[in-house]
């Protein structure tokens, strides 16, 4: 009976073969995006799974000698990438040795990660090359990256000289937790709705594929009873079919992925490539596509038979198979509530860690989308029966009749799209609070974009002494097109923050803040002093009242800050308070360096970068800011680039998720549009014939999509954007910005452009009609 | 009443010649190899009722289909009531066919979605007449038809002789110059066949329209004013007979 269905699917005509063509094709398709986000998800996983070797901690005292190792690690920059260094030196024959390295550097070399390899072999030395210390040896291992284009760089010191740098510490393992940043936890969170939105619209386009041409296939089986096949026999013929076919698009699907792997790879996704080697479905992923996929087909076009009885005269009689009643409604009313209230309780502090948030909403988002699907043959039923009740013209009379009396079958076409708008319309009511952050430098500000940031302050009293400040000056001074703005730390603020606030001299030494006298014109009030010479070499910064040679700033908040909205120029005015026109003797907090190009610029950060290493750690017994870690010299532009990288990866993995929701929902309407004419090609020809003009039917094809679609399509915007509305409450609060941003523009033109790719989909199938129900191909006695 | 046309064993004679509304002249129709029409001439009169008889394969439905503009000839001419039919395009064949033409085919003509209403009103809708009308109209013809109380049902709930009798209302309520039928009693009993030929001849004659009927059932052709016999693509044969009743 299996070879019979065989010979049946492969040798039964061209019919078939379409049938079988198609269902292959659609399968395939579905496989395909399914593999890729399987890989994906693995990557992202290994990724994020990856050893946090850069957390590795210093040893307790009692560590035995020879497993010790000194320990420097530090941030860098060229031109907006961070680059991450560690510095090494062996203490012990079994020093620990860092993932991706089959060796430690010897002293004097260095290992560089492929991308940052690459780079030095391009960049001018005095740009980059020299802020490593070292002959270059070798390549990192993608063991310790989180992709290709990360750049890292481990240097191998002497243990003597890499104990006199500042932030040495000796390790005795390297930590292998895992990589935990501040965000995985939201992409996690994106990652499973992305997941479920994806993989929803391709079980509908799969089942649809497998199920295509149902009423044709229908009348062969009547046929089949007629000379004496049992219904179970052709229920496995029915089975075998949906199977060859599922396992043909299967096998379609892995060799189109395969294929595309390396291109997938090249993508930058969520800001950042993946290895070749981590973005694999794993043997999992394809084991379970290629035995699921052809057995959900199986069930699923069991499942379609349940009604049919096949008796020997034909496909039972057709009557009017249950509509669908309220019941329907029950899983959407339901999903609302289970994603809507575990929200509820959260107030701009929704993140990874948060236990508060229940898996309940995965449950709750699983049943509105399931509940999307479900209502919407019940939508279609009462709108095709509004418009059957008040019908004018033929085409919309057959329309109407048809959705009333197979509203699950005319849903089910569109059913993918009222997905793509259900998360479109999420997305798009959750974006714009991202895209609030996201900002480039502007007004006065811009001016700034290529201004960097050395913070020197390691606290109060802790900042660059004066003498080395100057030098540093002189050295940058010393390259064409660079000029340096020193903020100096007011010494009575430092006072006050150690001794609580009184008035306190702006005289004095800044290492002995308790013996400065309190004089009233301190003015505490201000961190900084800056002199109104170097200002006039960034105007953006503010501009002295006339006669005055140096200022108190409150300046800390404008030049530190991460966030380029809250970037507030000038920070001099007029009003300003003159301060003592000697700086010589402050030590300054932060400089700005500015240069007029990026080459200049990145030689002054070379510059900056020897500069920290070299400073003894006994000048201030402290650790800088930079030293430790927190923050490195970067323009403002980068600063402010950072901050979008992470928006634009966001909307740029909203788009993918929708683009991809949207593909497969085209899919799905082509499969079933073409399907629904194929099958009722009898009732179709016929009134062709009468002299139903081609006008007519091609309008009916149209009225039986855009009818559900767009009923279906406006219960599924209103639902995505009122489930948004706790869930953006719900996330962290970037700024005092307006919580909630009623979708824009962009939405609109992108809904319209869906409804366009529905039409272009299902005018795509109209020469299809228009083949099927040629009246020269009529055979009708 | 009936308008029985005598007409000649020769050739017919000009386009234009008097009574004759649908005409076939020496037409030849072939698909791929089969050549189903090798020839075959037909001349209709206005409000005449022929029969077209014939062994399975011979040829009958490939001539009702170029008769009725479905099908273009390889060769030869289709007049309808002084129309080159076989020259007009696709659109105004189209149009011929649903204003003046009406059809009746074995069995599965009824679109399954559609009341029996529905169904027998719908070449109306399609021709742009308001909806109240049609339904009216579509009511009258089915209690004409003896169809009264379902108008409500289905396709699927009808017995196979009230889906004919649909199918004929449907044929019927555009008030078509020409009927065409193809076997419309085939898949019926011979009781229930009679009753719905009975049906046909009736209805055709009160509205004045001409009947094209095919069928290879000798007890049906005898409610034909005139039969014809088609033998391998040619009409052989043209019988007359008196008039029934
Ligand atoms: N659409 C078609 N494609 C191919 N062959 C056809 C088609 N229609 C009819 N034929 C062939 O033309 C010949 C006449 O068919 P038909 O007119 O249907 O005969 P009848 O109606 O008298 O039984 C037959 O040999 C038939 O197989
Ligand atoms: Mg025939």
């Given at each position: 009976?299996v070879r019979?269905?065989?010979?049946?699917?492969?040798r039964?005509?061209?019919?078939?073969?379409?049938?079988?063509?198609?269902?292959?094709a659609?399968?395939?398709?579905?496989?395909?995006?399914?593999?890729?986000?399987?890989?994906?998800?693995?990557?992202?996983?290994?990724?994020?799974?990856?050893?946090?070797?850069?957390?590795?901690?210093?040893?307790?005292a009692?560590?035995?000698?020879?497993?010790?190792?000194l320990?420097?690690?530090?941030?860098?920059?060229y031109?907006?990438?961070?680059?991450?260094?560690?510095?090494?030196?062996?203490?012990?024959?079994?020093?620990?040795?860092?993932?991706?390295?089959?060796?430690?550097?010897?002293?004097?070399?260095?290992?560089?990660s492929?991308?940052?390899?690459?780079?030095?072999?391009?960049?001018?030395?005095?740009?980059?090359?020299?802020?490593?210390?070292?002959?270059?040896?070798?390549?990192?291992?993608?063991?310790?990256?989180?992709?290709?284009?990360?750049l890292?760089?481990?240097?191998?010191?002497?243990?003597?000289?890499?104990?006199?740098?500042?932030?040495?510490?000796?390790?005795?393992?390297?930590?292998?937790?895992?990589?935990?940043?501040?965000?995985?936890?939201?992409?996690?969170?994106?990652?499973?709705?992305g997941?479920?939105?994806v993989?929803?619209p391709?079980?509908?386009?799969i089942?649809?594929?497998?199920?295509?041409?149902?009423?044709?296939?229908?009348?062969?089986?009547?046929?089949?009873?007629?000379?004496?096949?049992?219904?179970?026999?052709?229920?496995?013929?029915?089975?075998?079919?949906?199977?060859?076919?599922?396992?043909?698009?299967?096998?379609?699907?892995?060799?189109?992925?395969l294929?595309?792997?390396?291109?997938?790879?090249?993508?930058s996704?969520s800001?950042?490539?993946?290895?070749?080697?981590?973005?694999?479905?794993?043997?999992?992923?394809?084991?379970?596509?290629?035995?699921?996929?052809?057995?959900a087909?199986?069930?699923?076009?069991?499942?379609?038979l349940?009604?049919?009885?096949?008796?020997?005269?034909?496909?039972?009689?057709?009557?009017?198979?249950?509509?669908?009643?309220?019941?329907?409604?029950?899983?959407?009313?339901?999903?609302?509530?289970?994603?809507?209230v575990?929200?509820l309780?959260?107030?701009n502090s929704?993140?990874?860690?948060?236990?508060?948030?229940s898996?309940?909403i995965?449950?709750?988002?699983?049943?509105?989308?399931?509940?999307?699907?479900?209502?919407?043959?019940?939508?279609?039923?009462?709108?095709?029966r509004?418009?059957?009740?008040?019908?004018?013209?033929?085409?919309a009379?057959?329309?109407?009749?048809?959705?009333?009396?197979?509203?699950?079958?005319?849903?089910?076409?569109?059913s993918?799209?009222?997905l793509?708008?259900?998360?479109?319309?999420?997305?798009?009511?959750?974006?714009?609070?991202?895209?609030?952050?996201?900002?480039?430098?502007?007004?006065?500000?811009?001016?700034?974009?290529?201004v960097?940031?050395?913070p020197?302050?390691?606290?109060?009293?802790?900042?660059?002494?004066?003498?080395?400040?100057?030098?540093?000056?002189?050295?940058?001074?010393?390259?064409?097109g660079?000029?340096?703005?020193?903020?100096?730390?007011?010494?009575?603020?430092?006072?006050?923050?150690?001794?609580?606030?009184?008035p306190?001299?702006?005289?004095?030494s800044?290492?002995?803040?308790?013996?400065q006298?309190?004089?009233?014109?301190?003015?505490?009030?201000?961190?900084?002093?800056?002199?109104?010479?170097?200002?006039?070499?960034m105007?953006?910064?503010?501009k002295?009242?006339?006669?005055?040679?140096a200022?108190?700033?409150n300046?800390?908040?404008?030049?530190?800050?991460?966030?380029?909205?809250?970037?507030?120029?000038?920070?001099?005015?007029?009003?300003?308070?003159?301060?003592?026109?000697?700086?010589?003797?402050?030590?300054?907090?932060?400089?700005?360096?500015?240069?007029?190009?990026?080459?200049?610029?990145?030689?002054?950060?070379?510059l900056?970068?020897?500069?920290?290493?070299?400073?003894?750690?006994?000048?201030?017994?402290?650790?800088?800011?930079?030293?430790?870690?927190?923050?490195?010299?970067?323009?403002?532009?980068?600063?402010?680039?950072?901050?979008?990288?992470?928006?634009?990866?966001?909307?740029?993995?909203?788009l993918?998720?929708?683009?991809?929701?949207?593909?497969?929902?085209?899919?799905?309407?082509?499969?079933?549009?073409?399907?629904?004419?194929?099958?009722?090609?009898?009732?179709?020809?016929?009134?062709?014939?009468?002299g139903?003009?081609?006008?007519?039917?091609?309008?009916?094809?149209?009225?039986?999509?855009?009818l559900?679609?767009?009923?279906?399509?406006?219960?599924?915007?209103?639902?995505?954007?009122?489930?948004?509305?706790p869930?953006?409450?719900?996330?962290?609060?970037l700024?005092?910005?307006?919580?909630?941003?009623?979708?824009?523009?962009?939405?609109?033109?992108?809904?319209?452009v869906?409804?366009?790719?529905?039409?272009?989909?299902?005018?795509?199938?109209?020469?299809?009609?228009?083949?099927?129900?040629?009246?020269?191909?009529?055979?009708?006695? | 009443?009936?308008?029985?046309?005598?007409?000649?064993?020769?050739?017919?004679g000009?386009?234009?010649?008097?009574?004759?509304?649908?005409?076939?002249?020496?037409?030849?129709?072939?698909?791929?190899?089969?050549?189903?029409?090798?020839?075959?001439?037909?001349?209709?009169?206005?409000?005449?009722?022929?029969?077209?008889?014939?062994?399975?394969?011979?040829?009958?439905?490939?001539?009702?289909?170029?008769?009725?503009?479905?099908?273009?000839?390889?060769?030869?001419?289709?007049?309808?009531?002084?129309?080159?039919?076989?020259?007009?395009?696709e659109?105004?064949?189209?149009?011929?066919?649903?204003?003046c033409?009406?059809?009746?085919?074995?069995?599965?003509?009824?679109?399954?979605?559609?009341?029996?209403?529905?169904?027998?009103?719908?070449?109306?809708l399609?021709?742009?007449?308001?909806?109240?009308?049609?339904?009216?109209?579509?009511?009258?013809?089915?209690?004409?038809l003896?169809l009264?109380?379902?108008?409500?049902?289905?396709s699927?709930?009808?017995?196979?002789?009230?889906?004919?009798?649909?199918?004929?209302a449907?044929?019927?309520?555009?008030?078509?110059?020409?009927?065409?039928?193809?076997?419309?009693?085939?898949?019926?009993?011979?009781?229930?066949?009679?009753?719905?030929?009975?049906?046909?001849?009736?209805?055709?004659?009160?509205?004045?329209?001409?009947?094209?009927?095919?069928?290879?059932?000798?007890?049906?052709?005898?409610?034909?004013?005139?039969?014809?016999?088609?033998?391998?693509?040619?009409?052989?044969?043209?019988?007359?007979?008196?008039v029934?009743?």
């Amino acid at each position: 009976m299996v070879r019979l269905g065989l010979q049946l699917t492969l040798r039964a005509g061209r019919e078939a073969i379409v049938r079988l063509v198609l269902t292959a094709a659609a399968v395939a398709i579905g496989v395909t995006v399914l593999l890729a986000v399987f890989a994906g998800y693995h990557a992202f996983q290994a990724t994020s799974g990856r050893a946090c070797w850069e957390c590795t901690q210093a040893a307790p005292a009692r560590s035995p000698a020879s497993h010790l190792e000194l320990w420097n690690y530090s941030e860098n920059i060229y031109q907006g990438r961070f680059i991450e260094e560690v510095d090494v030196a062996a203490l012990g024959p079994d020093a620990p040795l860092l993932p991706g390295l089959t060796k430690l550097p010897g002293a004097g070399q260095f290992y560089a990660s492929p991308a940052l390899a690459d780079l030095l072999k391009t960049v001018p030395r005095d740009e980059l090359g020299q802020r490593f210390a070292g002959t270059e040896v070798g390549t990192i291992g993608y063991q310790a990256l989180s992709g290709p284009t990360d750049l890292v760089a481990i240097v191998g010191y002497s243990p003597p000289k890499l104990a006199a740098l500042p932030g040495t510490i000796k390790v005795d393992h390297i930590s292998t937790t895992k990589d935990v940043q501040g965000t995985t936890g939201i992409y996690r969170l994106a990652f499973g709705i992305g997941a479920i939105i994806v993989l929803f619209p391709l079980l509908v386009l799969i089942n649809t594929a497998t199920r295509l041409a149902a009423a044709r296939r229908e009348e062969r089986f009547a046929a089949m009873r007629l000379v004496g096949a049992t219904p179970r026999q052709v229920n496995l013929i029915a089975t075998v079919e949906a199977v060859v076919g599922a396992l043909l698009g299967t096998l379609l699907g892995t060799g189109v992925f395969l294929a595309w792997r390396p291109v997938l790879a090249s993508i930058s996704f969520s800001g950042q490539r993946f290895f070749l080697q981590t973005l694999t479905p794993t043997a999992l992923g394809y084991a379970v596509l290629i035995v699921g996929v052809p057995m959900a087909a199986a069930v699923a076009s069991l499942w379609s038979l349940r009604r049919v009885r096949l008796s020997p005269l034909g496909v039972s009689r057709k009557v009017s198979p249950p509509a669908p009643t309220f019941w329907r409604l029950v899983p959407l009313l339901a999903g609302i509530p289970l994603f809507v209230v575990p929200l509820l309780g959260i107030r701009n502090s929704l993140n990874s860690n948060n236990p508060q948030i229940s898996p309940l909403i995965f449950v709750g988002l699983f049943l509105i989308m399931a509940g999307l699907v479900m209502s919407g043959s019940w939508l279609t039923m009462q709108v095709a029966r509004a418009l059957g009740r008040t019908a004018r013209g033929g085409s919309a009379l057959l329309a109407a009749r048809r959705l009333a009396d197979s509203p699950k079958t005319a849903f089910r076409a569109v059913s993918g799209l009222v997905l793509a708008v259900f998360v479109g319309s999420l997305l798009a009511a959750i974006v714009p609070v991202f895209s609030y952050a996201e900002s480039t430098l502007g007004g006065n500000a811009a001016s700034l974009t290529n201004v960097m940031r050395a913070p020197y302050d390691a606290g109060p009293g802790l900042e660059l002494p004066p003498a080395r400040a100057t030098t540093l000056v002189r050295e940058l001074g010393a390259y064409k097109g660079v000029s340096v703005v020193p903020i100096y730390a007011n010494p009575s603020f430092n006072a006050q923050l150690m001794f609580g606030p009184a008035p306190s001299s702006p005289t004095g030494s800044h290492h002995e803040p308790a013996e400065q006298g309190q004089s009233p014109g301190g003015y505490a009030q201000y961190d900084s002093i800056i002199s109104c010479a170097s200002l006039r070499q960034m105007p953006a910064l503010g501009k002295c009242a006339p006669g005055v040679s140096a200022v108190y700033a409150n300046a800390n908040n404008d030049i530190l800050t991460d966030n380029p909205l809250e970037i507030d120029m000038p920070v001099v005015t007029a009003n300003n308070p003159a301060a003592p026109s000697n700086t010589a003797g402050l030590g300054v907090g932060t400089l700005l360096v500015k240069a007029n190009s990026s080459a200049t610029l990145e030689k002054a950060r070379t510059l900056l970068t020897l500069f920290d290493a070299t400073m003894p750690m006994s000048s201030a017994g402290g650790l800088t800011a930079w030293q430790m870690g927190q923050l490195e010299p970067e323009t403002f532009g980068e600063m402010a680039e950072i901050r979008n990288n992470d928006v634009t990866n966001a909307e740029t993995v909203a788009l993918a998720v929708v683009g991809l929701t949207l593909l497969v929902a085209a899919c799905s309407l082509a499969v079933t549009a073409g399907g629904s004419i194929v099958e009722r090609k009898r009732p179709f020809t016929l009134l062709r014939l009468s002299g139903a003009p081609g006008r007519t039917l091609y309008r009916v094809i149209l009225l039986e999509s855009l009818l559900p679609l767009v009923t279906a399509a406006l219960v599924a915007a209103a639902t995505g954007v009122g489930v948004a509305i706790p869930l953006v409450k719900a996330l962290p609060k970037l700024r005092n910005e307006p919580n909630l941003a009623l979708p824009g523009p962009v939405y609109y033109v992108a809904m319209g452009v869906g409804l366009l790719v529905a039409l272009a989909v299902i005018s795509s199938t109209l020469p299809v009609l228009a083949r099927v129900t040629q009246p020269d191909n009529a055979r009708f006695e | 009443m009936s308008a029985v046309h005598v007409p000649s064993l020769t050739l017919p004679g000009p386009p234009d010649g008097p009574g004759y509304l649908v005409e076939a002249r020496d037409v030849v129709k072939s698909f791929g190899e089969t050549p189903a029409l090798r020839g075959a001439n037909l001349s209709v009169a206005r409000g005449e009722i022929v029969a077209v008889m014939g062994p399975s394969g011979s040829g009958k439905s490939t001539l009702l289909h170029c008769l009725a503009g479905i099908f273009k000839p390889d060769s030869g001419e289709v007049w309808c009531d002084g129309q080159r039919v076989d020259r007009l395009d696709e659109t105004k064949r189209t149009k011929l066919r649903r204003q003046c033409f009406g059809f009746v085919f074995q069995f599965g003509q009824l679109v399954p979605e559609l009341s029996t209403a529905d169904n027998v009103a719908l070449p109306l809708l399609l021709n742009r007449v308001g909806r109240k009308q049609a339904y009216e109209r579509a009511v009258y013809w089915l209690a004409r038809l003896g169809l009264e109380g379902l108008e409500g049902r289905r396709s699927g709930e009808l017995s196979g002789g009230q889906a004919q009798r649909v199918a004929l209302a449907r044929a019927l309520v555009t008030k078509p110059t020409v009927i065409f039928a193809d076997e419309p009693t085939g898949s019926l009993d011979s009781l229930t066949g009679e009753m719905v030929m009975d049906q046909m001849v009736d209805s055709a004659r009160a509205e004045g329209a001409t009947l094209v009927l095919v069928t290879h059932d000798a007890r049906v052709a005898a409610f034909a004013d005139r039969e014809v016999v088609v033998r391998d693509g040619l009409v052989l044969d043209h019988q007359i007979v008196g008039v029934a009743g």
